[in-house]
C-alpha cells in the first residue's frame, strides 16, 4: 500500500473484498439446499472476518503487539505489510506479497476454487439425471466441495493468518466434517448400495497417492 494510505480502517475495503470474494464463492458453488446454504454461510463469515482485519481492524496485531514489538522492534507492526505475519516473523526483506506463504497461499486459494467449479458441474449433472456423482472431483474424494473450501480458507490463513480465523479454520472444519457425515447418510438412503460401493473405493476428503499417480501417468 502507498505510504499516503491508512494501512486499517478501510472499511470501505473491507466491504467490497468481502462482497466480491462471497459472491465468486456463491457463483462456483451455488448453494440450493438448507445444507449448502450453511456450508456457504460458514465460509462466508470466514471471509468477511479475514478482511475485517486486513482492512478494518487489526485485532490481531493489537493483541500481539507487546511481544512482537519486543520481538521485532524494528518492524512497524501497524503497517499493512506487517499484517503478513508468516513472511515477517520468518525474515522475508522483500515485499510480502512476493514472499513464499502469500505466494503458495494463491497456489490453495486458486486450487480451491477450481476443486468447487469442477465439483459443481459434474454434481449438476448428476443431480438432473437423479444419478450419483462419481466422475471428475468425485472420483478422487467424496466430497471434493467441501475439501475446497477448506483449501480457500488455508490458503488465506497463509496469506494473512489471524486469531479469529485461525480459531474458526478448525471449528470450520469440524463442522464440514460433519455436514458430510449427514449427507452421506442422505446418499445411503437414496442409492443404497451403490453409494456403499462408492464410498468403499473413493475416501470422504484425502484422495488416495495411487488415484493420483495414475491421474499423472494418464496425462
Same mark, same amino acid.
Given at each position: 500500500?502507498?505510504?499516503?494510505?491508512?494501512?486499517?480502517?478501510?472499511?470501505?475495503?473491507?466491504?467490497?473484498?468481502?462482497?466480491?470474494?462471497?459472491?465468486?464463492?456463491?457463483?462456483?458453488?451455488?448453494?440450493?439446499?438448507?445444507?449448502?446454504?450453511?456450508?456457504?454461510?460458514?465460509?462466508?463469515?470466514?471471509?468477511?472476518?479475514?478482511?475485517?482485519?486486513?482492512?478494518?481492524?487489526?485485532?490481531?496485531?493489537?493483541?500481539?503487539?507487546?511481544?512482537?514489538?519486543?520481538?521485532?522492534?524494528?518492524?512497524?507492526?501497524?503497517?499493512?505489510?506487517?499484517?503478513?505475519?508468516?513472511?515477517?516473523?520468518?525474515?522475508?526483506? +522483500?515485499?510480502?506479497?512476493?514472499?513464499?506463504?502469500?505466494?503458495?497461499? &494463491? /497456489?490453495? %486459494?486458486?486450487? =480451491? !476454487?477450481? $476443486?468447487?467449479?469442477?465439483?459443481?458441474?459434474?454434481?449438476?449433472?448428476?443431480?438432473?439425471?437423479?444419478?450419483?456423482?462419481?466422475?471428475? +472431483?468425485?472420483?478422487?474424494?467424496?466430497?471434493?466441495?467441501?475439501?475446497? &473450501? /477448506?483449501? %480457500?480458507?488455508? =490458503? !488465506?490463513? $497463509?496469506?494473512?493468518?489471524?486469531?479469529?480465523?485461525?480459531?474458526?479454520?478448525?471449528?470450520?472444519?469440524?463442522?464440514?466434517?460433519?455436514? +458430510?457425515?449427514?449427507?452421506?447418510?442422505?446418499?445411503?438412503?437414496?442409492?443404497?448400495?451403490?453409494?456403499?460401493?462408492?464410498?468403499?473405493?473413493?475416501?470422504?476428503?484425502?484422495?488416495?497417492?495411487?488415484?493420483?499417480?495414475?491421474?499423472?501417468?494418464?496425462?
Amino acid at each position: 500500500m502507498s505510504d499516503d494510505m491508512p494501512a486499517y480502517g478501510l472499511w470501505g475495503l473491507v466491504i467490497i473484498n468481502s462482497v466480491i470474494f462471497i459472491f465468486f464463492a456463491y457463483s462456483f458453488f451455488k448453494p440450493q439446499t438448507a445444507r449448502d446454504w450453511r456450508s456457504f454461510g460458514a465460509f462466508s463469515a470466514f471471509l468477511v472476518a479475514l478482511f475485517t482485519e486486513m482492512y478494518g481492524f487489526p485485532l490481531t496485531i493489537y493483541f500481539l503487539s507487546g511481544w512482537l514489538q519486543s520481538k521485532y522492534p524494528n518492524t512497524d507492526w501497524f503497517s499493512h505489510d506487517a499484517g503478513h505475519l508468516l513472511e515477517e516473523l520468518f525474515g522475508w526483506k +522483500a515485499n510480502p506479497h512476493f514472499g513464499p506463504f502469500h505466494v503458495l497461499s &494463491f /497456489v490453495f %486459494i486458486g486450487g =480451491g !476454487f477450481i $476443486l468447487i467449479s469442477a465439483a459443481w458441474k459434474v454434481l449438476y449433472e448428476a443431480q438432473k439425471r437423479r444419478e450419483l456423482a462419481t466422475t471428475g +472431483a468425485y472420483s478422487y474424494v467424496r466430497h471434493p466441495q467441501y475439501v475446497g &473450501f /477448506v483449501l %480457500i480458507m488455508f =490458503g !488465506f490463513l $497463509l496469506q494473512w493468518p489471524t486469531i479469529l480465523t485461525l480459531v474458526m479454520f478448525p471449528v470450520l472444519v469440524f463442522m464440514y466434517a460433519r455436514l +458430510a457425515r449427514a449427507e452421506e447418510i442422505d446418499m445411503r438412503s437414496t442409492f443404497g448400495k451403490a453409494y456403499a460401493d462408492y464410498a468403499e473405493r473413493v475416501p470422504a476428503f484425502v484422495p488416495r497417492l495411487s488415484r493420483l499417480r495414475q491421474r499423472v501417468a494418464d496425462s
